[in-house]
């Protein structure tokens, strides 16, 4: 997977002006597979630290079964996170079905790691560290017959 290096300010030409930058910013995530800020947080962190690159919103199947859709997806490890915001997930029926993925997930070897946006601005070092030790935990024999796909349109 082809991931578009991080634009700043500082990388632009000097004619261009902040809404090119922004528009720049929101296409090379958009191709990414990036569809919120937060996510956009999550991918700038995981770059910055040079980490190796997830497929971001990656649905995963089992065979022909829909297994999940993960924010972040690292096949070789086996591992997933997902950037979950009181938005999303603060409604009863949201907050089960988050519940039921992530254990859909857990019991195919998946390891799933639940972040918040607010800890990836404010806990930056802890959310790398624990992504680090999970990437490290190496690859269940069980997720080896998952397959990704890429994230739709």
Request: aromatic share 4%.
């Amino acid at each position: 997977m082809q991931i578009s290096p991080p634009i700043s300010p500082d990388s632009a030409a000097p004619s261009e002006d902040r809404k090119s930058i922004a528009r720049k910013l929101g296409l090379a995530e958009v191709s990414d597979g990036i569809r919120s800020a937060a996510e956009a947080d999550l991918r700038d962190l995981i770059i910055k630290a040079r980490l190796p690159v997830p497929m971001f919103n990656a649905r995963l199947y089992l065979g022909p079964a829909f297994l999940a859709a993960v924010d972040a997806w690292w096949p070789q490890a086996g591992v997933a996170v997902e950037v979950d915001s009181r938005e999303w997930h603060l409604s009863p029926a949201d907050w089960d079905h988050t519940l039921r993925r992530g254990r859909r997930l857990s019991a195919h070897g998946v390891i799933v790691l639940h972040v918040t946006p607010d800890q990836l601005r404010t806990q930056p070092a802890a959310v790398l560290a624990d992504i680090r030790r999970a990437l490290a935990a190496g690859r269940s024999p069980a997720t080896q017959a998952i397959r990704a796909l890429p994230a739709a349109g």
